[in-house]
C-alpha cells in the first residue's frame, strides 16, 4: 500500500541552525510530491512541489527539498532557520495512476521547536 | 482573497446531536475534500467531490456525510457524532485536472469534540 513516513515526530533546533526533515514514500513509480506547513491555528500552507525535472526544488521561506529516486525521499532543508519556522510540517504524495490524482496521502508530520 | 472558509472554528456537541459543519471556496475549484487530522496519523480524508454533485468517498468515511449542491459549497454531515469524531477538520480545494500537480488550499479548520 501507499505510504508516507515522516521518522521524526518532534525536532527542536536552535534559531540560525540548519534543518532538514525526512519523508520518505512507498509506492511503485514516483508520484508528485509536496510539503505543507501548519502554523498553530491555521490551515496548511503550501512549501514546494516536486513533479518532474530538476531534482532540488525551491520553494517559500527559503525552504527548499531534494528529491532522490534511489531512497525514495523527499527531504525538507534550509539553512538558517528562523523562530517563525515553528510550526509542524506534513510531507505528502499524489499517485499518478488513475483516480490517484484526487487524492493526497500525508505523512503523519514533524513538529518543529526553535529555541531562541 | 482567495480562501477556503470553514466555520464553525470550534465545536463542542454531545453524542448523537447531529452537525454540520460548512465550507465554502471562492476559487471558483471544481475539487473540494475533507480531511480529518490526528495526532500521529497526518490528515486522513473523509470524502472528496470533483464537481457539482459528484462526491466520493475517501479513507475514513464512516459516520459522515457530504453534499455538493452548489460549486462553492462542500458542507460536511455528521448525523449522529460518537466520541471516536473528536478531531481537527479540514476543507481544502483546488483546480481539477493537472494529473494532480495543482496544490490544495486549506482552510483554518474546524475544530470538533464530541462528549
Known amino acids: 500500500a501507499q505510504s508516507v513516513t515522516q521518522p521524526d515526530i518532534h525536532i527542536t533546533v536552535s534559531e540560525g541552525a540548519s534543518l532538514e526533515l525526512r519523508c520518505n514514500y512507498s509506492y511503485g513509480a514516483t508520484p508528485y510530491l509536496f510539503w505543507y506547513v501548519q502554523s498553530p491555528g491555521q490551515g496548511l500552507q503550501l512549501l514546494l512541489k516536486y513533479f518532474s525535472g530538476d531534482t532540488l526544488v525551491q520553494g517559500i521561506k527559503g525552504f527548499e527539498a531534494e528529491f532522490k529516486r534511489s531512497q525514495s525521499s523527499f527531504n525538507l532543508r534550509k539553512p538558517s532557520v528562523h523562530w517563525s519556522d515553528a510550526a509542524e510540517y506534513f510531507c505528502a504524495v499524489a499517485p499518478l495512476f488513475s483516480g490517484g490524482y484526487n487524492k493526497l496521502i500525508f505523512g503523519a508530520g514533524t513538529r518543529l521547536a526553535v529555541h531562541p | 482573497e482567495a480562501q477556503v472558509t470553514q466555520n464553525p472554528r470550534y465545536l463542542i456537541t454531545v453524542t448523537g446531536k447531529k452537525l454540520t459543519v460548512t465550507c465554502s471556496q471562492n476559487?471558483?475549484?471544481?475539487?473540494m475534500s475533507w480531511y480529518r487530522q490526528d495526532p500521529g496519523l497526518g490528515l486522513r480524508q473523509i470524502y472528496y467531490?470533483?464537481?457539482?454533485?459528484?462526491?466520493d468517498k475517501g479513507d475514513v468515511p464512516e459516520g459522515y456525510k457530504v453534499s455538493r449542491k452548489e460549486k462553492r459549497n462542500f458542507p460536511l454531515i455528521l448525523e449522529s457524532p460518537s466520541p471516536n469524531q473528536t478531531s481537527l477538520y479540514f476543507c481544502a480545494s483546488k483546480q481539477s485536472g493537472g494529473q494532480g500537480r495543482s496544490p490544495l488550499h486549506f482552510g483554518n479548520g474546524t475544530r470538533l469534540t464530541v462528549t
Open positions: 467531490s470533483m464537481n457539482v454533485e459528484v462526491t
Open positions: 476559487m471558483n475549484h471544481e475539487y
